[in-house]
């Protein structure tokens, strides 16, 4: 069904820095799948590059949402950047982004009117398709290029980034070090080779990670915190 995130997580990070700024609105994070859809379809389709400055990431967003006037452009790049910009170089790692847009992103405008209409098992039934779109996104995201499947590599490339993400909107002052997020990417990846039943040298379609991830990762509000995170990523099998 998905991961969720409490709006409370995200407060404290959109602080301003200063007594001059302005508070910024962190719920501008949590978008309508339909919009990171097409942020991530413009960034695969354009080919962007992996690290963005902060002009080529306003670029990004500009050109995905297409005059949409329901996104405050300014607001969701300046919230973006004060997260996820790496200060030493003044760039963003994009694919940081895109993961913890889809990651936060809630049903679009007409799944919020029918959930808000009809019964508990049609919500639940549209939270599980919701849930699948956005994992199909992550798979698009972190599949090999030129190719519709994910190696064992990839998977591994998008536990990490994942975990860079929600470290860097969260804040955290401790985070996994290289060799424990190895090992722990790796557990994940070989957890979803074995379940499947896919040697290591064959890749996972699309359908395939569907299955795998919407039974490896349940919906949860999770609280900001390290051990959230560790929780998380050791889940039992």
């Known amino acids: 069904m998905g991961i969720s995130f409490s709006q409370s997580s995200l407060g404290n990070r959109c602080s301003p820095r200063s007594q001059s700024e302005p508070s910024l609105d962190s719920s ?54 004060l997260i996820f910009e790496h200060e030493k170089n003044q760039i963003c790692y994009i694919q940081e982004i895109l993961t ?11 799944l919020i009117f029918i959930i808000s209409t009809y019964s508990t098992l049609l919500i639940h039934l549209i ?28 998977i591994m490339m998008a ?14 002052d401790q985070t996994f070090d290289f060799d ?19 040697d290591i040298e064959e890749g996972v379609s699309k359908e395939m990670f569907l299955s795998w991830g919407t039974d490896r990762f349940k919906e949860t509000v999770l609280v900001a915190d390290f051990n ?3 929780e998380l990523y050791e889940m039992p099998y």
């Open 28 to 81: 501008v994070l949590q978008q309508p799948l339909n919009i990171v859809t097409k942020i991530v379809s413009t960034y695969l389709n354009h080919g962007y590059p992996p690290m963005l400055d902060v002009g080529s990431l306003r670029n990004l967003i500009i050109v995905a949402i297409s005059g949409d006037k329901h996104v405050d452009v300014d607001m969701l790049v300046d919230v973006l950047w």
């Open 100 to 110: 913890m847009l889809v990651l936060l992103c809630k049903p679009s405008s007409v």
């Open 127 to 154: 939270y599980q398709s919701t849930w699948s779109n956005r994992l199909g996104l992550i798979f698009d995201i972190f599949k090999t290029m030129g190719t519709e499947v994910m190696y064992h590599e990839d």
């Open 159 to 172: 536990v990490q980034v994942a975990s860079s993400a929600i470290s860097k909107l969260w804040n955290l």
């Open 180 to 198: 424990e997020l190895t090992r722990l990417s790796e557990a994940i990846a070989d957890h979803a080779f074995n379940k499947l039943s896919r």
């Open 228 to 230: 959230t995170l560790t």
